[in-house]
């Protein structure tokens, strides 16, 4: 099993381009309703669906504060090179760079464009 989380967006190919700059991620779909961001090895990471488009009654209002209660967590591999990309981006930063001795990893907790709070978690081990 492998989870595909898709986010409603006001902007899809501004997102897109937010999280292939933050991911080091790429299109894998591509336009101005949807999205599929992929891996290097062309795995699912994440997926972009407009706010407007289609009828969706699951999609919720979008004014209501965006993914209360979930977070979009990413373990990736390079984490310093993470922060620096949030921090050239001018990315809200929520909470750290920090290291998490429960988990035993660093985190970067920030703010995307739509206003999801986004995760950036080093590997086990990785203080």
Request: charged residues 20%.
């Amino acid at each position: 099993m492998q989870p595909h989380p898709m986010i409603a967006v006001h902007d899809v190919e501004a997102s897109s381009a937010w999280y292939q700059s933050l991911l080091i991620c790429r299109s894998g779909h591509g336009g101005t309703e949807y999205e599929q961001l992929t891996a290097n090895d062309d795995s699912l990471i994440l997926q972009l669906h407009h706010w407007d488009v289609h009828e969706h009654p699951h999609l919720s209002d979008p004014e209501q504060p965006k993914g209360n209660g979930v977070l979009l967590w990413f373990r990736i591999d390079d984490f310093d090179d993470a922060v620096a990309r949030a921090q050239a981006m001018s990315a809200e930063i929520l909470d750290g760079p920090l290291v998490n001795p429960n988990a035993n990893h660093r985190e970067i907790w920030i703010r995307d464009p739509d206003g999801y709070v986004v995760v950036l978690a080093g590997h086990y081990g990785d203080v």
